[in-house]
C-alpha cells in the first residue's frame, strides 16, 4: 500500500441487507478481501464480501457472496470524483432503472425469464451512516452487488481484447439497453424526466487543461510509428478536442437518437458466463459512474476499439455496427414504439458525428488497457504512473487500428 492510500472498511453489513431483504435478517459472520488485483479498478474500492446470514431469525445459516463498492483510496480518484453524484446515480440505475427497463418489456408480453438482465443484482446502498448528512458520501458509503464471480462470470482478456463471439452478444445487450432507454423517454417522459437529473450528475471534476501533458505525451507516441505518422494533423486535432473529456460530459440531446448511455464499455466492465462447451451464454454490464442521457451511439466506437481485438477492428467493424442497428429497432418495435425516425441512413448519420469525439477516449483508455500494472507502482499518481510512461508494442498495435478505423470512417 503506498503511502496515499487507506483502509476502508464495510461495517453494519447487517443493517443494509435488512434494508432490502428481511428486517429480522441476522448476519451471523463476514469477511472481507480485496476483488480486484492492484490496477484492476480506479475509480472506487471493490471488496469481496462472504457472509453466513439467517435470512429469517429462525432460519437455517446460509452462505452469501457480495461486493462491496466503496469509496476510492488512490489519492488520484479521490481528487477528481463526484463520490456523492457518483454513488447515487449508480445506485438509481441498478436499482430503480433496471425494474422500469424491464416493467417495459414485462408490459410488452417478454416472458419474465426473459427479461433484461444485464444488471448485477442489487442488495443494499447508502452514502454515509451519519445522522447528520445522510446524503452525502463519507467512508461508510457503500454499493452491494452481488459476486458474478462466483456464479461463474469472468472478464476476458484485456490486453488483446475480445472476439467475435463476446462481442456480438454484448453489442446487442448494449442495443437492448439502448432502445429501452429511448423508449422509456417516449413510452414514460414523467419518469424520464425524473431519471435525468441524479444520471446526468457529473461523477468526475477534472480541471481544464488537467490532461494536457497526456494528450501531448500520447499523441508524440502515436506519431513516433511511421504507420501512423501520416495522420498526425488528424490525430493531433482529434486529441486537442478531447483532452478535456468534452465527449464524457456532453449531454446533448438530438431527436431521434435519445438514450441512457453507459460509457466506459471495456473489458473490466463486462463480466461472461459460458456453457458447459465454454460459449459465452451471458453478459452482465457494470460501473455506470459515467453514465447520461445523450446518443445511445456514443458507446459504439468506444466498446469496439477499446474491447474488440483487431480482428474485430479489421474484419467484423461493420458486421457488428448492423448487428446492433438492427436490435435496437427491433427491441423499439417490440416495446411499441414508432420507429420510423430510425433510419439506417440517421444512424449513420449520428454515429459519424459521434464518432469525431471518441480517440482521445479510446486511445487513453488503451494505455491502461494495455498496461502491466506492478506492485511497486504508485496507481495513486495514475497519469505519472500509467499515462505518461513509454508505450509497448499491443499498445502500439491496438492504437495504429484504431486510428486507421477512425480515419476509414472519418471521424478524424
Wanted: aromatic share 10%.
Amino acid at each position: 500500500m503506498s503511502a496515499n492510500e487507506q483502509q476502508v472498511e464495510l461495517r453494519d453489513l447487517q443493517g443494509l441487507l435488512r434494508e432490502n431483504l428481511d428486517k429480522d435478517l441476522v448476519v451471523v459472520d463476514y469477511r472481507t478481501s480485496m476483488l480486484l488485483p492492484k490496477g484492476e479498478n480506479y475509480g472506487s474500492t471493490m471488496l469481496k464480501v462472504d457472509a453466513r446470514v439467517k435470512k429469517t431469525k429462525d432460519s437455517p445459516e446460509e452462505e452469501m457472496h457480495f461486493v462491496a463498492k466503496m469509496v476510492p483510496t488512490h489519492e488520484f480518484s479521490k481528487m477528481h470524483m463526484r463520490m456523492t453524484a457518483s454513488f447515487n446515480k449508480e445506485i438509481f440505475i441498478v436499482h430503480k432503472l433496471r425494474e422500469m427497463y424491464r416493467e417495459l418489456e414485462r408490459k410488452a408480453g417478454v416472458r419474465e425469464e426473459d427479461l433484461i438482465d444485464i444488471f448485477p443484482k442489487f442488495y443494499g446502498g447508502r452514502l454515509s451512516k451519519s445522522v447528520e448528512s445522510p446524503d452525502v458520501v463519507d467512508e461508510d458509503a457503500v454499493m452491494l452487488l452481488e459476486n458474478l464471480k462466483v456464479r461463474g462470470y469472468e472478464t476476458m482478456n484485456r490486453f488483446h481484447g475480445m472476439d467475435f463471439d463476446h462481442m456480438h452478444w454484448t453489442i446487442k445487450e448494449y442495443a437492448r439497453f439502448h432502445a429501452l432507454g429511448t423508449a422509456l423517454r417516449m413510452k414514460n417522459p414523467e419518469f424520464w424526466k425524473l431519471a435525468r437529473e441524479p444520471i446526468n450528475k457529473m461523477a468526475f471534476d477534472l480541471p481544464d487543461n488537467e490532461f494536457d501533458d497526456v494528450s501531448k505525451h500520447t499523441v508524440e507516441l502515436l506519431c513516433s510509428d511511421p504507420r501512423m505518422n501520416e495522420y498526425s494533423d488528424r490525430i493531433n486535432r482529434a486529441f486537442s478536442a478531447g483532452k478535456n473529456f468534452e465527449s464524457l460530459k456532453n449531454t446533448e440531446e438530438i431527436e431521434p437518437w435519445i438514450s441512457i448511455v453507459h460509457g466506459d464499455g471495456w473489458v473490466n466492465n463486462l463480466l461472461y458466463h459460458h456453457d458447459k462447451n465454454g460459449k459465452v451464454d451471458d453478459v452482465k454490464i457494470v460501473d455506470y459512474q459515467i453514465a447520461r442521457t445523450c446518443s445511445p451511439l456514443k458507446d459504439l466506437p468506444y466498446f469496439l476499439c477499446a474491447s474488440g481485438s483487431m480482428d474485430i477492428i479489421d474484419n467484423h467493424f461493420d458486421e457488428l455496427l448492423d448487428i446492433y442497428y438492427d436490435k435496437y429497432v427491433e427491441v423499439l418495435a417490440r416495446i411499441g414504439c414508432d420507429v420510423s425516425a430510425f433510419t439506417k441512413e440517421s444512424f449513420h448519420k449520428q454515429l459519424d458525428k459521434d464518432g469525431q469525439d471518441e480517440l482521445f477516449h479510446c486511445i487513453l483508455v488503451l494505455k491502461i488497457i494495455t498496461t502491466e500494472v506492478s506492485q511497486e507502482m504508485d496507481i495513486g499518481d495514475m497519469k505519472s504512473s500509467l499515462l505518461l510512461t513509454d508505450s509497448n508494442q499491443v499498445f502500439m498495435d491496438r492504437s495504429w487500428r484504431i486510428v486507421s478505423k477512425f480515419v476509414e470512417k472519418g471521424w478524424i
